[in-house]
Structure formats: C-alpha cells, structure tokens
C-alpha cells in the first residue's frame, strides 16, 4: 500500500500521504502555526501541496481557505484529506497555477496569503530525479518571484502575507517585498539546534503597511534527540 494517513493534531487532525509524492515538512507547520487569523477570514495557500496548510488553518483557526496547487495528483490527495477531516465547508482545493493567479481569481479579495515555496532556484543544488518531487524543491514552475507577486494580487489592502524560506535569501525576499508594497512587519528565526545557524526565516507582511520590523524570539526545533517543548505544542496544539 502506497498511501497512508498521518496524524497532524494529536489524533483528531489527519492528513493522506503517498509514496512519491511530496509530504509535507516541519516548515509547512510551523508557517501555517505562525499565521495569525481569525474565524472567519478567508486565506489562500500558495503552492498548497498535499494540502497540510489549509488543513491546519482550518481546523485550528476556523479560517476559511483556498489551497492552490498545480499537480493532478497532489490536488486529489489534498481533496480526500479535506473529506475524510470533515472539513468541506471551510477548505476548497483547486488545480491552479499561480503564474496565472490573475485570470481565476479576483484581486484584493482574501485577508491571508501563506506561501511554502521551493527554497532553491533552479541551478543551485541537486534536483530530485523525480519531477512532482523537484518542483517541490527547486523553483521549475514558479519562483520566488511568482509567489510573492501572486501574494501581493489576491490580498486585500492591510492584509498579511506569511512566507516560510530560507534566512540565505532574506535580502533577495525583502527586495521584492518592497517592489510589491508588502512591509514585513514580524520575523522568526527557526534554529535546528542550540548553537546551530538558522535555516528557516517565517516571515509576515502587511500590504500597504508602516515601516516597523518586530524580530520574534528564536524557535528551536531539537533538545537532544527530541522536538524542543515549544515545536510539540504547535503540533499538538488544538
């Protein structure tokens, strides 16, 4: 059996995974934990995957959303998941390409963007043989660029933007931040290990917002051989 279903909230939380295709990550967790929203307000998920961020927006946050994916089969999976939790009246899964936003979805219209992209452009780093799993992890389909211009066309004036990336292309990210009048307004730095560089940046943006940067205090994912206190209670948390 190829397919199997893994807990994401303690037990009441369950997602579907598959064999050869793209499973979620800590990352994704963490972003859709770092989101701040309220019941309600209608989000979309950029590059939705198996769907684990709307998924955990939903059922922890009562927040209405739109998850945008491009593979056939991941947009399947993610459906099922949605089923199987209960949760079709607050998670729509739709097959789209976000370089295309702009002809399937009406501008200004959510409070919430989240994006989880590939973390490396497309010559840096060995690509996966596999291709549903490269564009996971290298930007093959869409770049950095893409989402964060995506981001900027669907959300609403003083909406929030969350991005989860690595802190290597923070400059490059704020760069773009600004040429789409996103003003990063909160940033966590994520450490594997006590004494450890970072290796993931969360980061929130307000469209249109003030100038003011608030730097979070650190996350760190490991204590010895087990998650940290704080990493367990995003996971477990209701």
Excluded: W
């Amino acid at each position: 059996m190829d397919e199997e279903v893994y807990p994401l909230v303690g037990n009441d939380l369950k997602i579907l995974q598959k064999k050869n295709l793209y499973r979620f990550g800590l990352e994704a967790v963490l972003l859709a934990d770092f989101v701040q929203g309220k019941r309600g307000q209608k989000a979309v998920d950029l590059g939705s995957g198996d769907g684990v961020i709307p998924l955990l927006l939903a059922y922890k946050k009562k927040i209405r959303v739109m998850g945008l994916e491009l593979q056939k089969e991941l947009v399947d999976l993610s459906r099922r998941s949605v089923v199987m939790n209960g949760l079709e009246d607050l998670v729509e899964i739709r097959q789209l390409d976000i370089t295309g936003v702009s002809h399937y979805l009406d501008g200004h219209s959510f409070h919430i963007v989240t994006a989880n992209p590939p973390f490396f452009p497309q010559k840096e780093g060995r690509q996966n043989p596999d291709p549903s799993l490269a564009v996971a992890r290298h930007e093959l389909a869409a770049n950095l660029e893409d989402f964060i211009a995506a981001g900027a066309f669907l959300l609403r004036a003083g909406g929030s933007f969350y991005l989860v990336h690595r802190p290597a292309r923070l400059l490059y990210i704020f760069s773009l931040c600004e040429e789409n009048q996103l003003e990063p307004k909160k940033m966590r730095l994520v450490y594997p290990r006590q004494n450890k560089e970072a290796n993931i940046v969360l980061l929130k943006c307000v469209k249109g917002g003030g100038k003011g940067l608030h730097i979070m205090p650190p996350l760190v994912i490991y204590e010895g051989n087990d998650y940290s206190q704080e990493v367990q209670e995003i996971y477990l948390g209701g």
